[in-house]
């Protein structure tokens, strides 16, 4: 992995060996992850598919993620892997059908954005990502804000743009990004047509659409990029 060894990754290891809540805040999203799980298991051929949780923090969201599966189909096998903790620091997988990156890339030095990008996007071209647009509230060991890298949404949207067959942005808070990268379009076509009728993200019913244009006049409407 060329990712693996960032300018702050020994800062986290030691936030990551104490005690406390951080790295658990991907799990607020496992309704909107799991709803993209499901459009993507019903457009592929019978079987299980991968799921790796790339930079997964605390796990809190596999964990959650793993328990909707059980009370489903089973038709998904999930993984871990983060460099900042000892259990996870081994990369399970090559290939995935599908990899999870929430609020990882802004805690990058600029110069190490790409390297990540690469290393996810060998492993599947399937990946959904969400990225804070602000200064975060903690600090490092070392006095340094923990997000390195703070840019608007459109800046992180060209700069996944290359690595990306298709890109489609979802809804957001103002403050943060969340983008689908598909290798099929029909996959983005599919979550923003379920998220219309309701089946995902009823509270945002009405707030999709396919349009393209600028990002960020488009706070809180999905589109495909």
Same mark, same amino acid.
């Given at each position: +992995? ?8 020994? &800062?986290?290891?030691?936030?990551? !060996? ?7 805040? !991907? ?5 909107? #992850? ?15 598919? !991968? =799921? ?30 983060? @460099?900042?903790?000892?259990?996870? /620091? !081994? ?7 599908? #990899? ?34 602000? *200064? %975060? ?8 804000? *923990? ?9 992180? =949207?060209?700069? +996944?743009? @290359?690595? $990306?067959?298709?890109?489609? =942005?979802? @809804?957001?808070? @103002?403050?943060?990004?969340? #983008?689908? %990268? ?6 983005? $076509? *599919? #979550?923003?047509?379920? /998220? ?18 600028? =990002? ?6 999905? $589109? &495909? *990029?």
């Amino acid at each position: +992995m060329k990712s693996q060894d960032t300018r702050n990754l020994d &800062q986290y290891r030691e936030i990551y !060996s104490q005690p406390g809540t951080y790295g658990k805040s !991907s799990a607020r999203k496992a309704d909107e #992850v799991w709803g993209i799980l499901t459009a993507l298991a019903a457009l592929e051929a019978e079987g299980q598919l !991968s =799921v790796l949780d790339f930079g997964c923090g605390r796990s809190n969201l596999i964990d959650l993620l793993e328990e909707k599966d059980a009370a489903a189909d089973q038709r998904f096998a999930f993984h871990r892997y983060d @460099p900042a903790i000892p259990e996870y /620091s !081994s990369c399970p997988l090559t290939e995935a059908d599908f #990899v999870i990156n929430t609020d990882v890339l802004e805690h990058l030095d600029e110069n190490e954005i790409d390297l990540l990008l690469t290393d996810i996007f060998r492993i599947s071209g399937n990946c959904y990502f969400r990225v804070s647009t602000r *200064a %975060a509230k903690t600090i490092l060991p070392s006095g340094e804000n *923990a997000h390195a890298t703070v840019q608007n949404s459109d800046w992180w =949207v060209a700069r +996944m743009r @290359p690595y $990306a067959k298709h890109l489609t =942005v979802l @809804p957001s808070k @103002p403050d943060q990004l969340i #983008v689908l %990268a598909h290798e099929r379009p029909e996959l983005g $076509a *599919a #979550v923003l047509k379920s /998220s219309k009728g309701g089946g995902l993200w009823t509270r945002l019913k009405g707030l999709f659409a396919a349009k393209t244009g600028d =990002v960020s006049k488009r706070r809180g409407k999905g $589109a &495909q *990029a």
